[in-house]
Structures are given as structure tokens and as C-alpha cells.
């Protein structure tokens, strides 16, 4: 069975949120504020000593794959507690090659406009439990 997300953020470098999806079966779970969660990432990144990868909760845990090129983004995923790092990772990497081959031109000029990425959640229902 191919691991599948709870949760999904792009964040860009300066800490905005550009897209963020939930999957159905959590709607009934209290939300992270995209817009607070992207925050609070970039700040724990940027006074880091190391570049932060995951973040483990009880029952759930956050995987962050940094992204260089073809502009500085973070892909983000939430999981269940007991899938492998590795396959979180493998998740996160395709979304973020479909990120870049969708909106890589459109990245590094990005002009602030939330709603050139909001069709890009048709995409990532695929990831989502």
C-alpha cells in the first residue's frame, strides 16, 4: 500500500503558504492554521542550528523537504506515526517535482497571488488518505 498523506503545505522561502490541503477523513480533527503552521516553520528553520526534518506528535508526524531550485520552497506532509520516513520523503520528492514542472517558471517571479496555485489541490488529492 503506497503511503498517503494527512495533510499537505508548499510553503515558499519567505514563509507564506501557497497551497495547503487536508485529506477528508481528518476534517473532523482540529485544523493547523496554514497560515500560523508556515510561520512558525520558517522560524524554527531559520534559528536551527541543523535543518529540521520532521516533527513527531502523538499519533501523527510532519515531514519537511527543503527545496532549492529552481527557487528556495518547503513541500510539507502530515502522516500517520507509523509510516517509514523514507516513503513520507519519496511522497513529498514527487510532489515536488509536480510543483516545479506546474509552476517552476512561475516560482522565482512569484508576485504574491494566492489563487495561481489553488488548482493545484485537484493534484494532490491523489497523496491524501
Request: proline share 4%; hydrophobic share 50%.
Amino acid at each position: 500500500m503506497a503511503t498517503k498523506l494527512m495533510e499537505i503545505w508548499i510553503i515558499d522561502k519567505s514563509g507564506l503558504s501557497l497551497v495547503h490541503t487536508r485529506s477528508p477523513q481528518i476534517m473532523d480533527k482540529p485544523a493547523i492554521s496554514p497560515v500560523l503552521f508556515s510561520g512558525f516553520l520558517t522560524a524554527v528553520e531559520s534559528v536551527a542550528a541543523e535543518a529540521i526534518d520532521a516533527i513527531k506528535m502523538k499519533d501523527s508526524k510532519i515531514m519537511i523537504l527543503p527545496i532549492q531550485k529552481p527557487s528556495k520552497f518547503f513541500v510539507v506532509g502530515r502522516a500517520k506515526i507509523r509510516e517509514k520516513d523514507s516513503n513520507i520523503r519519496k511522497v513529498l520528492l514527487k510532489i515536488s517535482e509536480l510543483f516545479v514542472d506546474e509552476f517552476g517558471v512561475l516560482i522565482s517571479s512569484w508576485n504574491g497571488d494566492h489563487q495561481i496555485f489553488e488548482f493545484f489541490k485537484d493534484h494532490l488529492q491523489k497523496f491524501l488518505i
